[in-house]
């Protein structure tokens, strides 16, 4: 069921982050993971597509964070990966990800 997929407060408080992270050093997720912070910070709940779409996108981009351009976790100079991780939902947004597909799965 779609309410079943809403997004969390901190995976919002990640991709709001993700989208200043963006505008200010102008790298970092496409125009998908800029569409895709925009939604969890609506909060609004998300489809079952919506929900593999994001698991598919953390089982791909996990190898970012070693990175050795900029740096993984620093605002200061952070990296494209960083940043785009944080447009999905962060490491809360994996987590959440990961567990709203297994329901989907059952």
């Known amino acids: 069921m779609a309410d079943e997929h809403k997004p969390t407060k901190k995976m919002a408080a990640n991709a709001e982050k993700g989208l200043k992270l963006h505008e200010?050093?102008?790298?970092?997720?496409?125009?998908?993971?800029?569409?895709?912070?925009?939604?969890?910070?609506?909060?609004?709940p998300m489809s079952d597509d919506d929900v593999k779409s994001m698991h598919s996108y953390f089982a791909r981009h996990d190898v970012d964070k070693g990175t050795k351009a900029h740096r993984w976790g620093d605002d200061?100079?952070?990296s494209a990966g960083y940043i785009a991780w944080l447009l999905w939902g962060g490491d809360e947004g994996k987590e959440w990800a990961d567990r709203q597909r297994e329901k989907i799965d059952t």
């Open 76 to 78: 200061d100079d952070p």
């Open 24 to 44: 200010t050093f102008d790298r970092g997720g496409t125009e998908v993971g800029v569409k895709r912070a925009k939604q969890i910070v609506d909060g609004g």
